[in-house]
């Protein structure tokens, strides 16, 4: 109902009347191939592992996502998590699909909130992704994962930091899937990911795909 009430502006340049205008659209920094076959990441040319998840202990066979997590990208997320607009949820969908191949597994499982302002407010953009994802490629999403502990802000840490900070953060509520993607708004540094693909198998999954919206791009290919 809300998302009716409020009035549409692009989230690239503002202009009234629709939530991301074509010019915008056509504008978004979308990744495309060559990407490192293992983490996503924009590579200049294909490669098994990349300069940012080489000797990286990774729990997910793979990571891949529609758009960097730059320019209006980067605003559309941040105006979903903070608004939870369901309308957003399935626009990003919509770009998930036009990039990344449907994966060859039997359920989404999304990553569940970490009980900051989104949580507070009823937003989970990776469990309302998980749901427009599913209904697309026809799949069956799975409330397989909860948070094990709170989690200290991961913005500002670096990234062995990071992996510190999420390591055991969730834990399977259920037997996994065997074969299963995993859900999320945006990929930065992977530490989440990983973390969490790390339950699933621990939880009976054997091999896990990630499927983000987003991605941070940590080494631009030249
Ligand atoms: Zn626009
Ligand atoms: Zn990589």
């Not at 941040?78 to 994966?103: D, H, N, Q």
């Not at 989404?108 to 309302?128: E, F, I, M, N, T």
């Not at 200290?152 to 399977?172: C, D, M, S, Y």
Request: charged content about 25%; overall charge positive; proline content about 8%.
């Amino acid at each position: 109902m809300l998302d009716l009430l409020l009035p549409q502006r692009c989230l690239g340049c503002s202009r009234p009347g629709t939530q991301l205008c074509d010019s915008c659209r056509a504008t978004l920094p979308r990744l495309r191939p060559p990407l490192c076959d293992r983490c996503g990441a924009p590579t200049a040319w294909p490669v098994a592992r990349c300069r940012e998840c080489a000797g990286r202990r990774l729990a997910f066979a793979s990571a891949r996502a529609a758009v960097a997590y730059e320019g209006a990208a980067r605003r559309l997320a941040a105006s979903w998590k903070e608004r939870g607009l369901r309308r957003l949820a399935a626009l990003a969908a919509e770009l998930v699909t036009e990039a990344v191949p449907r994966p060859a597994v039997s359920a989404l499982v999304s990553v569940p909130p970490d009980g900051g302002r989104s949580r507070r407010r009823g937003h989970d953009p990776p469990a309302q992704l998980a749901r427009e994802l599913a209904e697309r490629w026809e799949l069956e999403v799975v409330d397989a994962l909860v948070r094990a502990r709170p989690l200290a802000r991961q913005r500002g840490l670096g990234l062995a930091e990071r992996r510190r900070n999420v390591a055991g953060a969730f834990a399977p509520r259920i037997r996994a899937p065997a074969w299963v993607a995993l859900v999320d708004d945006v990929y930065t540094s992977g530490s989440t990911a990983a973390a969490a693909a790390s339950a699933l198998r621990s939880a009976g999954a054997r091999r896990v795909e990630v499927v983000t919206f987003a991605r941070a791009i940590r080494y631009p290919p030249r």
